[in-house]
């Protein structure tokens, strides 16, 4: 549990860094696939943290909560961004490459999740 805070507290302050101080990249969609890549990790090491505590087994429920938690998270941190930043806007494609990052992160874990056991 403690992984998946400190990286979701870390991921928190750099989604609130200034854009102008982020490595820049020719290709247009890279902002995109580190929103995907960062929920993808995301929702692993929650998923992860709820497999563990709840006995090697996956919930539905608790599936759908944590993944609602993930997305109304992303949905808060992209209004704080549009609200308290001034080089950074909220952008719904970020919400969306978001949702897509921990629909990935929960569909790889439960494919991969039968060969923690061992």
Sequence with gaps: MRLAILYSC?????????????????FSEA??????????????????YLYVKNGHHLYK??????????LLYGIIIEIFQGLFTVSRSAD?????????GSL????????VKHKLKA
Aim: glycine fraction near 4%.
């Design 10 to 26: 870390v991921i928190t302050v750099l989604f609130f860094i200034p854009s102008g101080e982020l490595p820049k990249t020719d």
């Design 31 to 48: 902002d995109k696939l580190i929103h995907v890549l960062v929920y993808f990790v995301l929702a692993n090491l929650w998923i992860l």
């Design 61 to 70: 429920r608790g599936t759908l909560i944590l993944l609602f938690s993930i």
């Design 92 to 100: 719904i494609l970020d919400v969306a490459s978001n949702l897509v």
């Design 104 to 111: 990935l992160g929960i569909y790889f874990f439960k494919n």
